[in-house]
């Protein structure tokens, strides 16, 4: 727990085509977190759609940034505009370097294992890509929130707000998290078992693949280069 007399600053990545609940599942905790600033920091302050078409703008361009305690990245069909966008990349090893939390959602860990973070590190992402953090020197673990000294990562989407309470019970302690959970009323009791792949029926798994294959080619492909781009390419590794 970090001293609660520390004010924090918390900031989280906005861009084109994210997934809004990555952003707006973890905010929801982020800015209850007491005695720190949450705000949202994208390239620019034009407004930008998610991938569903929910209109968003940041508060600030990243080059108003100040040092991010806890640094949130989320995903989204937008991250592959970002990870070789050297701009975007610069800032995320930049703010990276110290701060307290790094903290990756969903396909997020793509982006974060574009800047290089996830080398060495235990990480998930969405069950689509998750497959493909060893391109990044990753260790994958198939958990909803995997930490690994400042690096949280949370899983897909909803996972987020697990990962957003365990951060907030780093910096805060349980007791806030919990408290946080309370006021959220975050007490998840869905009409379906079917959050995962293992628990999905056969037939919906099959239409998700389905639907998810074409970005996940265009991610198996982006990851590979990178994969080369940070000296990571391994020797007789199968295809994905």
Same mark, same amino acid.
């Given at each position: 727990?970090?001293?609660?007399?520390?004010?924090?600053?918390?900031?989280?990545?906005?861009?084109?085509?994210?997934?809004?609940?990555?952003?707006?599942?973890?905010?929801?905790?982020?800015?209850?977190?007491?005695?720190?600033?949450?705000?949202?920091?994208?390239?620019?302050?034009?407004?930008?759609?998610?991938?569903?078409?929910?209109?968003?703008?940041?508060?600030?361009?990243?080059?108003?940034?100040?040092?991010?305690?806890?640094?949130?990245? /989320?995903?989204?069909?937008?991250?592959?505009?970002?990870?070789?966008?050297? !701009? *975007? #990349?610069r800032?995320? @090893? $930049?703010? +990276?370097?110290?701060?307290?939390?790094?903290?990756?959602?969903?396909?997020?860990?793509?982006?974060?294992?574009?800047?290089?973070?996830?080398?060495?590190?235990?990480?998930?992402?969405?069950?689509?890509?998750?497959?493909?953090?060893?391109?990044?020197?990753?260790?994958?673990?198939?958990?909803?929130?995997?930490?690994?000294?400042?690096?949280?990562?949370?899983?897909?989407?909803?996972?987020?707000?697990?990962?957003?309470?365990?951060?907030?019970?780093?910096l805060?302690?349980?007791?806030?998290?919990?408290?946080?959970?309370?006021s959220?009323?975050?007490?998840?009791? /869905?009409?379906?078992?079917?959050?995962?792949?293992?628990?999905?029926?056969? !037939? *919906? #798994?099959?239409?998700? @693949? $389905?639907? +998810?294959?074409?970005?996940?080619?265009?991610?198996?492909?982006?990851?590979?280069?990178?994969?080369?781009?940070?000296?990571?390419?391994?020797?007789?590794?199968?295809?994905?």
């Amino acid at each position: 727990m970090i001293d609660p007399d520390r004010h924090l600053q918390i900031g989280s990545l906005l861009f084109d085509r994210l997934d809004q609940i990555d952003l707006t599942g973890p905010f929801e905790v982020l800015s209850r977190i007491p005695n720190a600033t949450c705000r949202i920091y994208a390239k620019d302050r034009e407004p930008v759609s998610d991938v569903n078409g929910l209109r968003l703008v940041a508060d600030a361009p990243l080059s108003e940034a100040p040092k991010l305690d806890v640094l949130h990245v /989320p995903g989204g069909y937008g991250q592959e505009a970002l990870m070789e966008d050297e !701009a *975007v #990349l610069r800032w995320i @090893r $930049a703010q +990276a370097e110290a701060a307290l939390c790094v903290f990756p959602v969903c396909t997020g860990a793509l982006i974060c294992g574009a800047a290089g973070l996830l080398v060495g590190k235990r990480a998930t992402s969405h069950w689509s890509a998750h497959h493909l953090l060893h391109h990044f020197g990753a260790i994958p673990v198939d958990a909803r929130v995997v930490e690994d000294g400042t690096l949280i990562c949370a899983a897909g989407v909803t996972a987020g707000i697990d990962g957003a309470l365990t951060v907030a019970a780093r910096l805060r302690g349980p007791e806030v998290a919990q408290l946080i959970q309370l006021s959220m009323a975050y007490a998840p009791e /869905p009409p379906f078992d079917a959050g995962t792949p293992e628990r999905a029926p056969a !037939a *919906v #798994l099959a239409r998700a @693949r $389905a639907a +998810a294959s074409t970005i996940t080619a265009q991610r198996a492909a982006t990851a590979r280069r990178i994969e080369t781009r940070l000296g990571l390419t391994r020797s007789g590794a199968a295809p994905d």
